[in-house]
């Protein structure tokens, strides 16, 4: 019962000096140059979580229908998929955040969010890179029994390759979206004036 009662009285205290830290930071006084900044780094968040989404959700679908006469499926392990959905929620809590300034919650949980989101994206960055390099060996090694098919007609398709420049390309953009985390220091850094 002693244990009890003193974890509570801990957890107390942290809730406290939590609150304290979060009270005292504000949206509502960030100058306008960096205010521009926040909002785009913001819009620009959300428009590429969106495009890893999307991307991931591509990749896995035609990569199911085209992966059948190799002997791994490319994009089916769920890191483009599962971190992206991840990166897209703390996206539209970046949304609310510029939309409620005077609330000092919303700020500190998309801050939140995207702490957490930023080591999902960087799995997802390096999962798909490694794989590239699956593909990139699979294409060396056996330049003459990659899987080529003629679609209607038209040019024939190595699925080896492309499979490895999509993996690139949505490594690519799940690197930006770890770069666009730099946008964090100006809430961090800046404090409200109001006592």
Known sequence: ?????????????ISY??????????????????????????????????LLFISGCVCFC?????STQF???NCSDGVN??????????????LFTLRTLHLK???????????????LNLLTAVDLIANSFHWDNYWSRYPSVTPVFEI??????????????????????????VIIYIYFKYWYSIRSNNP
């Open 81 to 94: 998929i599962f971190p992206p959905m991840l990166n897209m929620m703390g996206a539209f809590t970046g």
């Open 62 to 66: 035609i990569s199911l229908q085209f």
């Open 105 to 119: 919650w919303p700020a500190f949980v998309h801050f939140l969010s995207c702490v957490i989101v930023v080591p």
């Open 152 to 177: 209607e007609g038209h040019e024939t398709i190595d699925w080896t390759s492309s499979f490895l420049w999509m993996d690139v390309s949505i490594g690519i953009v799940a690197l930006i979206n």
């Open 17 to 50: 000096k939590l609150d304290d830290e979060v009270t005292r930071r504000s949206l509502t006084n960030v100058p306008q140059r960096e205010w521009r900044q926040f909002s785009l780094a913001v819009n620009a968040h959300l428009l590429f979580a969106s």
């Open 1 to 13: 019962m002693i244990f009890c009662t003193s974890c509570d009285r801990r957890f107390d205290q």
């Open 71 to 73: 002997d791994a499926v």
